[in-house]
């Protein structure tokens, strides 16, 4: 993801050290090269650079992302040579999926705080917080996962019942993270360009929707509606195709975030347009993804699959 402040490629705007890192690096692949820089060839070497910054500002998140991630490897072997299924699919797709889902916000988070003006304290605090409640609710649905059992809604067994519980608990304090950011996106000037600035807002505020999906999903003790849980779903996302699926909208919610204000870099670099004209664009995005959301979420407590089969 992208947030740095952008203001054009040309010299009558702000300095290059102002610019985000897409935009540095199409102006420094230009220099060193005669030949056309490409929007894939600049976009590739941001996503190095990006990672190179979280790595320095933000290790904690890095590093357990990673970590993270090499054990969502291990859950995607398990697809091939673990046979064991749960409610109809193998018992690693679930710490599989959490694992990408997990990393990539670990990520978002170590990039995105370097652009709040927050003491090193204080931003040290929020990472390890997220890193901790993050980290503990993926390794309870791993080791969950491990076992064959459910994760989330299992209260079978009193054991199982204080995991579910703990995860509650974890995710609850990852909300309040949540909170404090939109808190501080709406007080505080970021250092990023305003369209920027209102993508990131607006991002946090459809997230935390998405989260509340998540507590509608609790509160039912499932995420089907109109049939149960562990029919048949979409490769992969495993997303219901006979009834409606509250995972759908909470997984677009959720992942608003990098979409949202990955569209407002887009928006800076490909169109060149006013702010103003950006803040327009990026308010109407955010409107329309913000209503399919809602119409997935309406279509799935009507009991209607995302795509049906």
Known sequence: ???????????????????????????????ASNYEV????????????????????????????????????????????????????????????????????????GYLITKYPYSERKKNLINHITMWSLLLEFLIILYQGSRGVQSHYNIATNFDAILFMLMGVFVGINVLTMVLFIIDTIRLKLKT?????????????????GSWVGGQMISQMGHNVAIPDGEAGLPLVNWSTKGGDLRVAHFFALHSIQIIP????????????SQRKQLMLVTLFALVFSFLIGYIFYQAKQGIPFIAS
């Open 193 to 209: 360009t305003k369209p920027q600035q209102w993508a990131i807002l607006l991002g946090w505020l459809i997230v935390l929707f």
């Open 262 to 273: 990955l569209f407002a870099v887009w928006l800076g670099y490909k169109w060149k347009f």
């Open 38 to 109: 490409t929007p894939w060839g600049g976009f590739q070497q941001t996503i190095g650079k990006l990672f190179t910054k979280v790595k320095k500002e933000s290790p904690i998140l890095f590093w357990v992302a990673m970590v993270i991630a090499i054990m969502g490897i291990g859950c995607l072997i398990g697809l091939f040579i673990d046979e064991r299924t749960l409610m109809g699919v193998s018992v690693w797709l679930k710490p599989l999926k959490f694992s990408i889902s997990i990393s990539l916000y670990l990520l978002t988070v």
């Open 1 to 31: 993801m992208n947030y740095e402040n952008y203001s054009g490629l040309t010299a009558n705007n702000e300095n290059e050290n102002n610019m985000d890192l897409y935009t540095q690096t199409l102006i420094e692949n230009s220099h």
